[in-house]
């Protein structure tokens, strides 16, 4: 099954039902739906859909016997009524005015005249010796246009296009009337000659072919060669339909042309423009679209008809209002498609009628010796205190070199910090003199000179070297822009945590430093710590060192170093300072003691003095007493290093030392805040013989126990009183009760 049939055959399918196809399509369409079971299936709904349709309409029928009636009606009139021979003669008269006029109109309206046809300027046709019209050997046997297929609504006439000349083998063929009845009718072999090539040439004529070229060349001059094209390009009769054009980077100009002609011209016009230039490629073709364009006509006529037949339904208006409808939303899509296949036909007949040519067109190279030019880019980095100052005195230095500023800039930012950007160019043998000016404006951090060769357009070595101008891209920052190269971290301790913040910020203000970020914490009063970001000028590290150490010390401290770069300085240097309190720093050293006294209590307190003495602090305290009379207290000091070996020789003189076990640690380091931790373990000495084993405490033991057991029997007596003795009373009045009542009855 071809699928190109079957497409073709959807299309046609409800023109088939309604009766509006050729004999032709007929045939091809009930071979194929022979073929097909799904075109067979829609051919069977559209004719149910026809059926239902006309039994809808039903009603509005005329009677059976109608015809018959009205025929017999009319033969029974014309029988009765005679005319009269004068009628008779008149109406034969009538009969041959009329036929005369008839062959009068048909000679002079609708045989072609003598004029000359307008053929897109070539010369006209000529009548040969057998009475044919017969064209130039110049004009081509291409079909073209008798008159617009399109109607002035814009819709396309079929009828117009059936009346198109046909043009072949250079000749042109008009109807005659007295080509059928001057003639001689009797078929003979040349007759049937002419009506074979008749016939082929008729079916080359209904051809449609599409032309379309392409070229390239190279041209002189891109603008030039465009008035040229549009010369030539009106001379055959075209027009041009779009100019695109592109500027080099070497300052040519490239671009293409898109021209319209007649088919029979585009040779012509071909051959025309090759005289541009040098032609580098050219290619010309055809495709031919007969197909779908005869697809499209069909599929045109069928929905025309379908639209006919919507519309007879819609004026007849019987049947349902639902059913009427039905038809004109039937109606609507129909004439959507109508539309739809009329500008597919419009846009294929423009493609055959006029020929497409795209022109490519590219200018050639100079073939002259090429230049040099030779341009110098001067890129500074200045430091300077006073940036406006410098960027005023530096437009002041390229005024006076004549030169020209193209940018520049002055912003200033927080914290005092100043950016100038100064972008210009002066002329070549001014840039050194100009260059050693901008030099004093500050300190040169950065200096880069780039000389840079561009050769022009051209073919050959290079004959000449130009000097342009030279390009300065300066920067103006003081040092607040510029991040420090080394960076300090710092770990301090301070008795008081916010005294310290507060006295390292004023010492930073005094140091012309610049505080980057800084916070007091002090949710946690046990634990308040403090943190300052800050850059000082490298002159003034030693004086925030003294402050550093006058507030409380430096626990720890390290630097970091990066590589040289443009936008690092080492003039200052940038602190991160961690402020901890002192009491958070761990023990250095760390001593474990136990001692035996005589008197616990007096030792914690003498232990307690002694902190005070030595200004520690008492981490932690605690006194417990046992049964056997043994007293144990254990007390935390944290004292300065420095004092700690006096302070453990006292504490040992104090009593008999049992246990004593001393560690150093070594990663904190040695200082005013280094401290020592004392844990002290004080006790009294053992007894001979323990307070809860000697003669009195038994004494007291066995007086307690006795004590107890009387106790118990006090206990028991009132519990025989309380609960014993109601209960013995209730008994025995219920047994002298029951008793006398059972001697009554005696």
């Given at each position: 099954?071809n ?49 239902s349709?006309?039994e809808?309409?039903?009603p ?25 021979l ?20 048909f000679?002079?309206?609708f ?22 019209r ?17 109607d ?44 074979e090539e ?19 060349i ?21 027009k ?34 090759r005289?541009?230039?040098?032609l580098?490629?050219?290619?010309i ?28 339904i819609?004026k ?29 036909i ?7 009628a ?8 590219f ?5 002259s ?11 500074m ?9 410098a960027?005023?005195a530096?437009?002041?230095a ?6 020209r ?13 100043l ?6 160019e ?42 342009a ?26 008795r ?21 970020g ?37 626990v720890s ?24 309190d ?14 035996e006294?005589?008197e ?43 004092s700690?070996?006096?302070a ?12 004593a ?32 084993a ?7 033991k066995g ?10 029997s ?21 047994t ?11």
């Amino acid at each position: 099954m071809n699928r190109s049939d079957h497409e073709w055959t959807q299309d046609q399918l409800a023109a088939h039902v309604a009766d509006g196809l050729s004999a032709e399509e007929r045939v091809r369409i009930e071979r194929h739906l022979a073929e097909c079971s799904i075109c067979r299936s829609e051919a069977e709904e559209l004719r149910e859909f026809d059926r239902s349709v006309g039994e809808l309409f039903a009603p509005a029928r005329a009677k059976v016997g109608l015809e018959e009636r009205v025929l017999a009606r009319l033969r029974s009139v014309s029988a009765s009524k005679k005319r009269p021979l004068i009628l008779k003669a008149g109406l034969g008269i009538a009969a041959a005015l009329t036929l005369g006029l008839i062959g009068y109109l048909f000679e002079h309206q609708f045989v072609p005249r003598e004029e000359p046809l307008v053929m897109d300027g070539r010369r006209e046709p000529t009548r040969t010796a057998g009475g044919e019209r017969s064209i130039g050997a110049d004009h081509p046997s291409a079909m073209t246009w008798a008159s617009d297929p399109f109607d002035q609504n814009g819709k396309l006439e079929l009828a117009s296009v059936d009346r198109t000349d046909r043009r072949w083998n250079g000749t042109h063929t008009h109807f005659r009337p007295s080509d059928v009845f001057g003639k001689s009718t009797t078929p003979d072999a040349q007759s049937f000659r002419q009506s074979e090539e008749f016939k082929k040439s008729d079916q080359e004529s209904d051809r449609k072919i599409v032309r379309t070229g392409t070229m390239e060349i190279e041209i002189d001059s891109f603008d030039s060669s465009v008035e040229r094209i549009a010369k030539i390009v009106a001379e055959e009769n075209g027009k041009i339909a779009t100019v695109n054009s592109t500027k080099l980077a070497n300052g040519k100009t490239k671009g293409t042309m898109v021209v319209r002609v007649a088919p029979e011209r585009l040779g012509t016009l071909v051959l025309k423009l090759r005289g541009l230039g040098d032609l580098k490629s050219q290619s010309i073709g055809s495709e031919d679209i007969t197909k779908q364009y005869t697809d499209f006509e069909s599929r045109l006529r069928a929905a025309r008809t379908m639209e006919e037949r919507l519309l007879r339904i819609i004026k007849e208006g019987k049947g349902d209002i639902k059913d009427l409808l039905q038809a004109e939303k039937e109606l609507g899509e129909w004439r959507t498609k109508i539309e739809a296949l009329e500008g597919e036909i419009r846009y294929f007949a423009n493609l055959v009628a006029q020929s497409t040519l795209t022109i490519s067109l590219f200018e050639r190279e100079i073939l002259s010796p090429p230049g040099v030019i030779e341009s110098e880019q001067v890129q500074m980095g200045v430091e300077s205190e006073d940036v406006e100052k410098a960027h005023r005195a530096g437009l002041e230095a390229i005024a006076e070199a004549k030169g020209r500023v193209t940018k520049s800039e002055l912003k200033r930012h927080a914290a005092g910090q100043l950016a100038a950007v100064l972008e210009f160019e002066v002329a070549p043998e001014a840039a050194g003199p100009l260059r050693d000016r901008l030099k004093q404006l500050g300190t040169v951090s950065r200096l880069e000179v780039t000389l840079v060769q561009r050769s022009e357009p051209g073919s050959g070595r290079p004959t000449s070297v130009k000097r342009a101008d030279t390009r300065f891209f300066l920067s103006l920052y003081n040092l607040a822009n510029i991040a420090p190269r080394e960076t300090v971290s710092i770990q301090l301790v301070a008795r008081d945590v916010a005294d310290g913040y507060r006295a390292l910020r004023e010492a930073v203000e005094k140091a012309r430093g610049r505080v980057n970020g800084a916070q007091l914490n002090e949710t946690d009063r046990l634990n308040t710590t403090a943190t300052i970001d800050f850059e000082i000028p490298r002159d003034q590290e030693a004086g925030i060192l003294a402050a550093m150490n006058a507030i409380g010390g430096v626990v720890s401290r390290s630097s970091s170093r990066i590589p040289p770069s443009e936008n690092t300085v080492d003039s200052k240097i940038r602190v991160l300072t961690a402020v901890m309190d002192a009491g958070k720093v761990p023990p250095r050293e760390t001593l474990s003691m136990e001692i035996e006294v005589a008197e616990v209590e007096k030792a914690i307190a003498i232990l307690r003095s002694l902190s005070d003495e030595f200004k520690g602090r008492v981490v932690d305290s605690h006194l417990s007493r046992e049964k056997n009379g043994r007293v144990t207290g254990k007390i935390v000091l944290d004292l300065p290093l420095s004092s700690s070996a006096v302070a453990a020789d006292r504490i040992a003189a104090m009593g008999s030392v049992r246990v004593a076990e001393a560690a150093k640690n070594v990663s904190v380091p040695d200082g005013t805040f280094a401290v020592a931790r004392l844990t002290l373990t004080v006790s009294n000495s053992e007894r001979i013989v323990p307070s809860d084993a000697g003669f009195w405490f038994q004494m007291k033991k066995g007086l307690a126990t006795s004590f107890v057991a009387a106790t118990w029997s006090v206990n028991l007596i009132v519990i025989g009183i309380c609960v014993v003795l109601p209960w013995a009373l209730v008994l025995w009045g219920g047994t002298k009760i029951y008793r006398r009542f059972r001697k009554k009855p005696a």
